[in-house]
């Protein structure tokens, strides 16, 4: 009884230290509809609500419907559906599509947090899911953002969710910061989808140097304990290699706790107190550490989901004027490899980017990671070249199962 009781009273103490909101912008997934298994108003998440552009989200649905035709389709009908779809999306920016009777939109959903009076962002509450046993391991396996969950607007809310939702139905953008048509979608919205279903919580890392703001330095996570995995692998492994404490080349055992031999003094102590402060993660539920001037904080992330008539939300659109090239080269040196590993790359592209002319034809999802991941690897052509090679032969022996 005791147990249930905090459960219900801790979110009004929460809501009481945290008073007012801090709003980041838009995220994008997929929900799908099946007349057959989800009744009623009911949709389900298929891709994570944790994307930044509509096109990710596109991108990761033909993957999805890619890889069902490829490992899971019974029939030649049913594997020509699926792939018709795929083409669809590679060509179009649909924001939704019938596959096999199975209704699919891309969704969005808006990101904010929860602030004290200071401009604190809420930490995680002592409800929030934790795992009995932390598991600190890297190649851990964790639970993934959204995995399984039902959207259903008519399902049973405590007193202090519906309140929640209803002070919350009004939102919308305000200010001179944003562009016109923004603020026009925005208020739109509230009048074309009156209501708001809250999604579950979710985590990620923030941090901030001096009394600067406070600004994301990872991507959501299922739980709290999963930020502060992902917190203790960056102070300890990624931040030393990006300080050039140690060789990007060195082991992958070696980090801030066991560093390489011939560590100068100097090097040694800013690694310690690296170490020292992802040690600090380790004890206990720690979500907040500093280590060479700047704090790093476990946030609790909120999403709500807009819901008119006809279900969830779908991008808006002024959405399109962020859903295309995110990262342009600005060294043309870095271009001129790109267009060495792909010719018929006629400009920067990124996995946001929506399907683009290419000799007359769609710009394809693997051809735009493919380009990507050649990208990240180096500027060096062997290497460009050898993963180009290496997933354009992936692609074609996949394609040729598929025939």
Known sequence: MGVSWYALTEPVSASQRHSALAVRGPLFGV??????????????????????????????????????????????????????????????????????????????????????????????????????????????????VDDGLVLDPDAPLSPLQAAERVALRPLAYSGTSFPGPVLADSARAVESHPDVLLMSAAFLIVERSGNGPWSPGSGLQATAHDARRTLDFALTWMEPRTRGLIPYDADNTVDARRPPTGTTDAAAAELRELAEAADRLRAGRCDQVEAHGTVYRIARS??????????????????TASSGVWHRFRDESTLSDARRVAPWLTRAVSPCAPPTARDGGPLGYFERVQIWLALRIGRAQSDCLEVWGGLAWADSCAAQSLS
């Open 31 to 144: 929900a799908a509809q099946d007349g057959d298994r989800d009744g009623g108003r009911r949709w389900r998440v298929v891709v994570e609500v944790t994307h930044g552009c509509p096109q990710q989200a596109r991108d990761v649905l033909n993957s999805q419907l890619w890889f069902r035709a490829k490992d899971q389709a019974k029939t030649r009908q049913e594997r020509r559906a699926l792939l018709a779809a795929v083409a669809r999306l590679e060509k179009e920016s649909v924001d939704e599509l019938t596959v096999l009777g199975v209704r699919y939109r891309v969704v969005r959903a808006e990101e904010y947090a929860a602030v004290d009076e200071h401009g604190g962002i809420e930490t995680p509450r002592p409800t929030d899911p934790e795992p009995l046993t932390p598991d600190w391991s890297p190649g851990a396996r964790s639970p993934r």
């Open 302 to 319: 909120r999403r709500l989901l807009r819901w008119g008539p006809d279900g969830p939300e779908s991008p808006r659109l002024s959405a």
